[in-house]
Nanobody
Framework: EVQVAESGGGLGQAGGSLRLSCVAS????????MGWFRQAPGKEREAVAC????????YYADSVKGRFTISRDNANNMVYLQMNTLKPEDTARYYC????????????????WGQGTQVTVSL
C-alpha cells in the first residue's frame, strides 16, 4: 500500500523559515518524482515544487522560486521542502504527492497524496 505522510508545518513569521518533511512507503521511492502542493482556503490547489528521482532536477512555481527548495533522501524515502523568506500568502495546507512517473515534466495527475500539513504565516 502506498503511503505518504507530511510533517513540519506550523506557525511561521513573515521573513522566517519552515521545513516540511514527507515520508513515503509502499513503492520504489527512488524511481519516481515527488511533488509538493498547497491549497489555501477558497483557492485552487497549486503545484509548489517537484523533484526528479535521481538527477536532482527540480521545478518550482514562480510564486516560490528563489525562496523554497525541494530535496530528497532516497535512502530514507524522504522528501523535504525548505521554505525561506516566508510571506503571509504562503499560508496554506501543504501536501506531498507522487505518481508512478520518473520525471516531473509530464503533466499527468498525481495519484497518491498525504493528508497535508498546515502552514500559517503571520506578519
Amino acid at each position: 500500500e502506498v503511503q505518504v505522510a507530511e510533517s513540519g508545518g506550523g506557525l511561521g513569521q513573515a521573513g522566517g523559515s519552515l521545513r516540511l518533511s514527507c515520508v513515503a512507503s509502499g513503492f520504489r521511492f527512488a524511481e519516481f518524482a515527488m511533488g509538493w502542493f498547497r491549497q489555501a482556503p477558497g483557492k485552487e490547489r497549486e503545484a509548489v515544487a517537484c523533484i526528479n528521482p535521481t538527477d536532482g532536477n527540480s521545478y518550482y512555481a514562480d510564486s516560490v522560486k528563489g525562496r523554497f527548495t525541494i530535496s530528497r533522501d532516497n535512502a530514507n524515502n524522504m522528501v523535504y521542502l525548505q521554505m525561506n523568506t516566508l510571506k503571509p500568502e504562503d499560508t496554506a495546507r501543504y501536501y506531498c504527492a507522487t505518481r508512478f512517473i520518473t520525471s516531473c515534466t509530464p503533466s499527468a495527475p498525481y495519484d497518491f497524496w498525504g493528508q497535508g500539513t498546515q502552514v500559517t504565516v503571520s506578519l
